[in-house]
């Protein structure tokens, strides 16, 4: 079975950036990767530099 991200459903009008923190351990994301969604909405993934946890949100264009 693929392993596809799946968005915070509660994180969907926050600002854009290259990196945040890590809700599991505190350590930098970075964002590796904008899907676009139904023309409305990217789905942006965040990948963790300390544990390797991904984060997913959705983002309005």
């Known amino acids: ?3 596809l991200p799946r968005p915070t459903p509660t994180c ?3 600002q854009t950036t290259t990196e945040m ?3 599991k351990c505190n ?3 970075k964002l590796v990767l904008i ?3 139904d ?3 990217n789905l942006l ?3 963790c530099n300390g544990c390797a ?3 997913s949100f959705l983002k309005a264009i």
């Open 21 to 23: 923190r890590c809700i």
């Open 53 to 55: 946890a991904h984060e």
């Open 45 to 47: 993934t965040y990948r």
């Open 35 to 37: 899907e676009p969604r």
């Open 12 to 14: 969907t009008s926050f």
């Open 39 to 41: 023309g409305k909405l």
């Open 27 to 29: 350590d930098r994301m």
């Open 1 to 3: 079975m693929l392993d």
